[in-house]
């Protein structure tokens, strides 16, 4: 072969091949619709394929039991592990779905918008799924256009985690870090963090941006966005100023970067953990971090309380995780049934059973369950647990389920993902130094909006 | 003179041989069937298609709606673009030629290690078995700006290290550092070349008083200069088309929240478009800006390599 033509071969295979890596594949839509009776007194059959759940613990195990119970004739295949949306799409666009998914509740709203999932209010009715127990805020994080696409199951709810020998050290005390005043955190925040040859050694206080900026702002008596999800809200002036205090705790420490690697270094679910290696003061974090806390190192020197406004009252910020059934399921009915026996107020008081079970033979106290379920929680409450407020588990216990009477959610929209892409672009630009809060949150208003429209009209278009 | 059956004889054998030839044909096309059928029906169906989700609106689960170019009219003024292939342009910029020239100076180094050499070529590729999802972690441990392994050794010079992983003007230095990593394939092809430059050329030039950096610069480099321009044109694609170590590390699920701009490579935010905002279309004619973009350069390099590559079977 000549010089010439290898070159030509050669381009033509990279060119071919570069094409081929940069091309993307794509999947035709079903259309199909589901006219499927839901129906509490059927007796069901067939097959149920379960995407997106893992039964790694006795609450997971012992409610799949129960649920796998209540459709005595139907076979279920659950698919373990957590949710691929990239899976989960295709299957629903090649005709293919599962029957039923398990999901971040804040996934659901895209998904519903693209017809993705269905519409459970027959589910509801016919199953006779008792809503009113729901927690609200959960229900209306699955909620759009006055439909109901996913059945709550978990909560996550924030509290305030102290050391309280450095706060000791530095004279301070769990109302200093609360949340209930700015300037005490900002005191606080400088206090408490050390260095060490040039390093920053200890955190003083760690905001958590961007995740917990939701929190920040609602704190300041802000919202990211409207109450009914079609206007953003990102540079109104309690938004710019949350950012702007926030952002600021990290630069009195050396900035965003020297504490995020500082973060990133330390052993967050081992031993090591920042607790118990005296290298954080204070944070707010979702109540789940107590239960790592206790069982990796149960006599570190941390403490617990409510994450409060600036007016001191309890704030947190709802998340977790819901059922939803995905267009074209082959079995909508027994999916329904499915998602009502996995979170009916029976299977978490069986699961809380278990756990307490086996709390009590790893001899370590049992910290409550956090549900889309508030009358399930409130039994759970008065028959499991007991929460000894002389000691710093029994005030995380009761941290907790405070936090979980005083959350707060935003609601759903048809452009979730691109809204908070674009709230958390402006953050990270501005804790790394690339923009300043006004202007970086101006520019996230103008992104999100349009995002909202687009997705409200295409919502509304659709009917 | 030739007799008459030996006329019917040599008449017969050219279509004995076409026969053979078409039956060999035949045979090699049997052969090349699975791979030209996966060809057409995995790579150049979905290729064409994506052409045409390129100019609808199109989100998977849906059908596509026809919107012409709009979509190569919104990467015009969508600012992430720009940056996504800014970052993208400095990476391949600065990562190629770093790995082009280390992976040759091991290489060399490499050729001249006798019985140890099979040894350093093991260690040398074992990095490429780690998964590219590992590197990405690996990338958050070892540049660490308080306690990775990279600013603890730059430490000991008295040198103290930025922040690799946070701080945005390192985040692409700290990537280019780590691919470095994956140089054990380009190795193992620059050793094999090396191992084909003919000897006697080498010993002419000793007798010709060459020095060994006169018959590297001189003989070595020329003879390879063919899977140098190949290694080059293969990187560049590859840089362009980076993805997973930058996603893991700074846009995967431990950091669903934080995504450093600096790390915002081109196939991260296609991928970004396609299946997290399901902007299939939109991704689609971002697919292609990297394809003609891709091209391009390719095309660039091959131009130039009329200069600079060696190819023996072209010389008269």
């Not at chain 1, 870090?177 to 900002?186: E, L, P, R, V």
């Not at chain 1, 379920?373 to 008065?382: L, P």
Request: with cysteine.
């Amino acid at each position: 072969m000549s010089a010439k033509a290898a070159r030509t071969a050669l381009l033509s295979v990279l060119s071919v091949a570069a094409l081929a890596l940069s091309g993307c594949a794509t999947g035709q839509a079903n259309h199909q619709t589901t006219s499927s009776s839901f129906d509490s007194s059927a007796q069901l059959k067939g097959k149920l394929t379960v995407m997106g759940f893992g039964t790694g613990d006795e609450v997971a195990t012992t409610r799949f039991d129960n649920a796998k119970a209540a459709l005595s004739g139907v076979q279920v295949n659950l698919l373990k592990g957590s949710l691929d949306i990239q899976q989960f799409l295709s299957s629903v666009a090649s005709g293919q779905s599962p029957d039923i998914i398990y999901g971040d509740r804040g996934q659901i709203d895209s998904f519903a918008a693209r017809g993705a999932v269905i519409p459970l209010d027959d589910c509801i009715s016919g199953e006779k799924i008792d809503t009113s127990s729901f927690r609200k805020t959960a229900l209306d994080q699955v909620s759009l256009n006055g439909h109901v696409y996913g059945i709550p199951e978990f909560n996550q709810v924030e509290i305030t985690m102290a050391n309280p020998v450095l706060l000791k050290q530095a004279g301070l005390d769990m109302a200093d870090i609360d949340g209930s005043s700015w300037d005490k955190i900002t005191a606080a925040s400088q206090s408490l963090s050390k260095t060490k040859d040039g390093k920053l050694a200890v955190i003083g206080y760690d905001s958590k941006l961007p995740d917990f900026f939701p929190l920040w702002v609602k704190a300041n008596g802000g919202s990211l966005i409207s109450d009914d999800g079609k206007k953003a809200t990102l540079d109104s002036p309690e938004v710019v100023q949350a950012l702007t205090f926030a952002a600021a705790i990290y630069q009195k420490q050396g900035g965003f970067g020297a504490v995020k690697a500082f973060r990133d270094s330390a052993d967050f679910f081992g031993k090591g953990n920042q607790f118990a290696s005296n290298t954080l003061g204070a944070m707010a974090m979702e109540q789940w971090y107590v239960n790592i806390l206790n069982d990796v190192s149960p006599k570190a020197d941390v403490d617990f309380t409510t994450f409060k406004d600036r007016q001191g009252a309890p704030l947190s910020f709802s998340s977790g995780s819901a059922w939803a059934i995905p267009k074209g399921s082959p079995n909508p009915g027994a999916a329904c049934r499915f998602a009502k026996s996995m979170t009916s107020t029976d299977s978490w008081m069986k699961a809380a059973a278990a756990r307490v079970q086996a709390r009590e033979k790893d001899g370590k106290p049992f910290t409550g369950l956090f549900t889309g379920n508030q009358m399930a929680d409130q039994k759970i409450k008065d028959q499991f647990v007991k929460a000894d407020p002389a000691t710093n588990w029994g005030r995380a216990i009761e941290a907790s389920y405070t936090a979980n009477e005083s959350s707060f959610a935003y609601p759903a929209n048809p452009a979730g993902a691109e809204f908070k892409t674009a709230w958390q672009d402006a953050v990270n630009h501005v804790i790394n130094g690339q923009d300043q809060p006004a202007s970086a949150l101006a520019k996230a208003q103008q992104v999100a909006q349009k995002a909202l429209d687009a997705g409200w009209a295409q919502l509304n278009g659709a009917g | 003179m030739l007799s008459t059956s030996s006329k019917r004889r040599t008449a017969k054998q050219p279509r004995a041989a076409r026969a053979s030839t078409k039956g060999d044909t035949r045979a090699a096309f049997l052969f090349l069937s699975p791979w030209i059928i996966g060809f057409l029906v995995f790579t150049l169906w979905p290729v064409g298609y994506s052409a045409y989700l390129s100019l609808t609106d199109y989100d998977v689960l849906n059908n596509p709606n026809f919107v012409g170019l709009d979509n190569y009219r919104q990467m015009l003024s969508d600012p992430k673009v720009s940056l996504a292939l800014g970052n993208t342009i400095f990476y391949t910029v600065f990562s190629v030629p770093i790995h082009i020239i280390a992976a040759l100076a091991l290489a060399l180094l490499l050729n001249r290690a006798g019985r140890a050499a099979g040894f350093f070529r093991t260690a040398f590729y074992l990095p490429n078995m780690t998964p590219p999802v590992a590197v990405g972690v690996m990338v958050l441990l070892l540049l660490n700006g308080q306690n990775g392994l990279v600013n603890s050794v730059l430490g000991w010079f008295g040198i103290q290290g930025p922040d690799w992983t946070t701080d945005p003007n390192w985040v692409k230095p700290g990537l280019i550092l780590m691919s470095l990593l994956t140089l054990g394939g380009s190795i193992i092809i620059f050793l094999a070349a090396l191992r084909a430059v003919p000897e006697e050329l080498e010993e002419s030039a000793k007798l010709d008083g060459a020095n060994a950096w006169q018959r590297t610069l001189r003989i070595k480099l020329p003879m390879i200069s063919g899977t140098i321009f190949f290694l080059t044109i293969v990187n560049t694609i590859a840089a362009f088309q980076s993805f997973t170590e930058a996603y893991t590390a700074f846009f995967g699920s431990g950091s669903s929240t934080y995504g450093n701009d600096a790390a915002l490579f081109y196939g991260i935010y296609l991928f970004q478009q396609a299946f997290t905002f399901l902007h299939m279309g939109y991704a689609s004619a971002l697919a292609w800006l990297l394809f003609v973009v891709v091209l391009l350069v390719t095309l660039i390099q091959v131009r130039l390599s009329r200069r600079f590559v060696y190819y023996e079977s072209a010389q008269p």
